[in-house]
């Protein structure tokens, strides 16, 4: 496993500095300053966030919050074969499941695509930060974040 630190630390910050949105997304009780904000309160806490990669009983899910595990992130080992922006973005995407967890006053997940129009739901705060943390991250960055992530035990 690998932790916080290592993996998200210095990175995500930085992502954060850009500043993502104004107003408020969908599906959220809060303003993307709040959300930053929690962002930032997560990344400077003392407990490490950590990656595991195993097994997921729905073969179509490529990460997943837990909160039986509530500093983990999980990545579908049969998922691996995706690109490493794709990755990349499905952690940032479940690092914001995981705050939003922690934040017991304010929520800023979405409901299940099964039941929500798509459209909606893509315009929630973990889609939109996936897919612009997975665009922020140069190509070095991302080469030292698959590396982490391909040593992990299995």
């Not at 993502?20 to 993307?32: A, F, I, M, V």
């Not at 074969?81 to 800023?108: C, N, P």
Request: charged share 20%; proline share 4%.
């Amino acid at each position: 496993m690998i932790n916080g630190e290592l993996l998200f630390r210095e990175h995500f910050v930085n992502f954060l500095d850009k500043s993502l949105e104004t107003g408020t997304p969908n599906y959220s009780s809060c303003s993307w300053n709040s959300i930053e904000d929690y962002l930032r309160d997560m990344m400077s806490s003392p407990e490490l966030i950590k990656v595991n990669i195993g097994e997921h009983w729905s073969k179509s899910n490529l990460a997943w919050f837990s909160p039986y595990m509530p500093y983990t992130i999980n990545l579908n080992v049969n998922k691996m074969y995706r690109t490493d922006q794709s990755i990349a973005g499905s952690i940032a995407h479940e690092f914001v499941h995981l705050v939003d967890f922690h934040v017991k006053h304010e929520s800023f997940g979405h409901p299940s695509m099964r039941f929500w129009r798509k459209t909606k739901v893509l315009n929630s705060a973990p889609y939109i930060v996936g897919k612009e943390f997975k665009t922020f991250l140069d190509s070095f960055q991302l080469v030292w974040l698959m590396q982490k992530l391909k040593n992990l035990d299995r």
